[in-house]
């Protein structure tokens, strides 16, 4: 049974809405945060956008992965595939991007296609156990999961952390979502929340930047757990060719400017 068919099992898929809001904030933040970290003089003083408005763009992408993963999507592995894609055709002008850094650093889509994985495989644990799946099996993909964890984290962007962002975020909506009976299924589904916003609060130095991170991990947590009723529809929806090639094309932008200037 596929994450979507789990969430449609006696409780009504939350509404999407909101999602066509966070393509564009999403975009417009992540955008702001190259400009003014690769192409901007520091002259201009506009420093301040990477540690605020900049650290919204990450946890977004990553609340609409984890919940398009869960509740919208038939096939999560092949929903990473698609994300996977994207961020093989903007390695190469990401990576003329000046760094202070040097060695392999793949890009955020590589992070995205990794944590939805393991979102995925993690989610599917319980209905396959219930299918028969020995302990020695559910040991070995548990070894398996955190060597490839482990290994991935320090050639992603955001690291170790930013792996965990997306199946800690499909835990959360899954129980902030389901309908909770009993004082202690409300507990669970708050506590649920917990891990999302202090992985949110490590993966960031300074307190603004903190700030922006979590408050946007946690806007994400009430959508899940019911604030999805309350969006509206965008009035302009986001063409999918521009929401599917901006990633690529404005890195590609960036390098062209550096080139020339």
Request: aromatic share 10%; glycine share 6%.
């Amino acid at each position: 049974m596929s994450l979507a068919a789990n969430a449609d099992a006696g409780v009504a898929r939350p509404s999407s809405a909101w999602t066509g809001w966070g393509q564009w904030l999403a975009l417009i933040t992540m955008t702001l945060d190259h400009l003014s970290r690769y192409a901007v003089p520091e002259a201009w003083g506009l420093d301040w956008i990477d540690s605020s408005l900049g650290r919204i763009a990450f946890p977004l992408f990553a609340a609409m992965v984890a919940w398009h993963g869960l509740f919208n999507t038939r096939d999560p592995l092949r929903y990473a595939r698609r994300v996977l894609v994207i961020g093989l055709v903007a390695q190469l002008p990401y990576a003329l991007m000046p760094r202070d850094i040097d060695g392999l650093i793949l890009n955020i889509c590589f992070t995205l296609s990794l944590g939805l994985i393991g979102g995925a495989w993690l989610l599917n644990l319980p209905a396959r156990r219930a299918r028969g799946l020995a302990a020695w099996q559910m040991t070995a993909e548990a070894i398996a999961a955190l060597a490839v964890w482990a290994l991935a984290g320090p050639v992603v962007e955001y690291g170790h952390l930013g792996l965990l962002m997306i199946p800690l975020y499909m835990l959360a909506m899954q129980r902030l979502h389901a309908p909770a009976a009993t004082p202690d299924a409300r507990l669970l589904g708050l506590m649920s929340a917990l891990p999302v916003l202090v992985t949110a609060g490590l993966m960031n130095s300074s307190p603004m930047a903190k700030a922006f991170t979590v408050a946007t991990c946690l806007v994400a947590l009430l959508l899940a757990a019911g604030a999805h009723r309350l969006s509206p529809r965008v009035p302009f929806t986001m063409p999918r060719r521009l929401w599917l090639a901006w990633y690529p094309a404005h890195f590609a932008a960036i390098a062209l400017w550096l080139a020339l200037v």
